[in-house]
């Protein structure tokens, strides 16, 4: 283990030069028949967008707010770890630490960071701060590269997040969240370590060997549809198979594979995760009413200037080769506080936002938690605390209320 050193972000002009050369040698496919997306990201748009990225994105002022925060790297058991990090503005800041899933970067949490930091400045209770603590996952962004350990899956990320917060920050005691993959991350701290965790707060409520089994990366574990059912019941089964499959599949079944296309060429890369950024959030079906063309962008850039999509999407096969095991048998399982929210565009099948909490607590997932604050949104999308970031803020802090 190594101890942390500043390490503010800087891409050399040479990677953006090089960028600059691939995005003006971008070889179009034919992608007649369309035009309403059926067969996936339209040219149309993913064209309008590698131009932009060419001639109108600016990587420097995007690099320039990213490090208005401070950034440091370390490295623990072989792995190289950056990390954001705002010190909070109040009497005793709590430590929290944030870990993303994919195709998320660290700077999805940009939004959340300074009401959470700094309550005071937000309308919030300055007795309520936290001092935040916002990795990058391992292999994706600036935590990179993994050459040493290719093995990295979200248990053993938990394992370095709490030797990053006990051993390299020195907190005896802190909070994590986390949503997506980050979110099974953060289930593994309140799983292994609750003793040293004040509490969790969640963006899904999986069970911890949600990627264990021969069938993993099938969505509907090779269930065939049941007939009989309602039709907008039927249409919601079908509509989320389609939304999630394609990528469970290939990042679990041959990611090294997808991964050569995705590092060769931006404008194939930015067309792989700009399919899940449209389909996973809550945006009406205009990405730019969530994500504006300069955000798009920065959250590419970050995976593509350090060449680690590759490594980001093996974390899911990772996840299914080691498989997760109990370290206690106890239940609940997380034995941590946890707080979890839910949003609309993920609605189960036949399940309506006033009724989320109540079908939740009714499934075999519920158990696994410790359950103290669970509250559902109309709105919002996979990327919560980007999508919904006041909403999220204020769950969090329901769920650390009287338990620092």
């Known amino acids: 283990m190594t101890a942390p050193e500043p390490a503010p972000i800087h891409v050399p002009d040479e990677v ?3 960028l600059r050369r691939r995005l003006e040698l971008t070889r179009w496919p034919d992608d007649a028949g369309n035009e309403d997306g059926y067969y996936g990201v339209r040219r149309a748009y993913l064209q309008e967008l590698v131009e932009y990225w060419r001639d ?17 790297r370390v490295e623990i058991d072989g792995v190289p770890i950056h990390f954001m990090r705002r010190p909070g503005n109040g009497p005793a800041p709590t430590p929290l ?4 899933g994919w195709p998320w ?18 309308g919030g209770d300055p007795a309520e701060a936290f001092e935040v603590i916002v990795p990058s996952f391992p292999g994706f962004g600036f ?5 040493g350990r290719p093995d990295m899956n979200f248990w053993k990320v938990a394992d370095l997040w709490h030797t990053l917060m006990t051993e390299v920050l020195g907190f005896e005691r802190y909070g994590a969240a986390g949503c997506d ?3 099974l991350v953060t289930g593994q701290l309140g799983h292994k370590y609750a003793g040293e965790l004040h509490a969790v707060h969640i963006g899904s409520g ?19 549809i049941p007939d009989g059912l309602p039709a907008d019941v039927h249409a919601r089964i079908v509509e989320l198979d389609r939304r999630f499959a394609v990528h469970l599949a290939a990042h679990m079944l041959a990611p090294s594979t997808l991964s050569y296309g995705l590092t060769d060429s931006p404008a194939g890369m930015l067309a792989w995760i700009l399919e899940r950024w449209m389909k996973w959030s809550d945006n009406g079906g205009d990405i730019e009413t969530v994500f504006t063309k300069d955000d798009l962008l920065t959250h590419a850039m970050i995976f593509w200037v350090t060449n680690s999509i590759g490594t980001s999407i ?10 997760w095991t109990p370290s206690h048998p106890r239940r609940p399982a997380v034995e941590a506080p946890t707080g979890i929210t839910f949003v609309g565009h993920e609605n189960p099948p036949g399940v309506t936002t006033d009724r989320r909490v109540e079908d939740f607590l009714a499934t075999d997932r519920a158990s696994w938690y410790n359950l103290v604050n669970l509250t559902a949104h109309d709105h919002g999308g996979h990327f919560i605390p980007w999508e919904i970031p006041a909403e999220w803020v204020d769950d969090l802090r329901r769920t650390f209320r009287g338990r620092r």
Do not use: C
Request: proline share 6%; hydrophobic share 40%.
């Open 105 to 122: 970067t660290f700077w999805h949490w940009s939004k959340v960071v300074e009401p959470l930091a700094d309550p005071g400045a937000h």
């Open 97 to 100: 630490i944030l870990t993303h």
């Open 143 to 147: 935590s990179s590269p993994l050459r």
């Open 16 to 18: 953006l030069a090089d």
């Open 56 to 72: 109108g994105y600016d990587w420097r002022a995007a690099e320039a707010a990213i490090n208005a925060y401070e950034h440091y």
């Open 181 to 183: 993959v980050g979110a």
């Open 314 to 323: 093996r974390t899911y096969a990772n996840n299914n080769r080691y498989p």
């Open 206 to 224: 999986q069970k911890l060997t949600m990627f264990n089994g021969e069938r993993a990366w099938d969505f509907a574990g090779g269930r065939p």
